[in-house]
């Protein structure tokens, strides 16, 4: 696939998008599969992707790795604390 090519491709895809408010809404058009068929653009690849398939939606907040080790941190302290205790009063 030459650059002409590469750039045609882009210029089809842009205008799809904005006529079909694809990143606004995921549907599947008959001109979509055509489009996908005769393949995407690797500068749109990533997004369309996650757009297309829904996975963007389905993301998690931006935070939630620091809230899973927060949890994480509050419970082992919680369970070494009960452990200990236990440890005292059977000692």
Request: glycine share 4%; aromatic share 20%; charged share 25%.
């Amino acid at each position: 696939m030459d650059e002409d090519e590469i750039q045609q491709r882009t210029a089809e895809w842009n205008l799809f998008m904005q006529r079909y408010d694809i990143r606004g809404c995921i549907q599947k058009f008959p001109r979509m599969r055509e489009l996908v068929t005769f393949g995407i653009p690797p500068s749109l690849r990533p997004s369309f992707w996650m757009l297309y398939s829904g996975a963007v939606f389905d993301r998690p907040p931006a935070d939630y790795y620091k809230t899973l080790l927060s949890k994480n941190k509050v419970l082992f302290y919680e369970t070494y604390l009960f452990f200990f205790f236990l440890l005292i009063l059977f000692l």
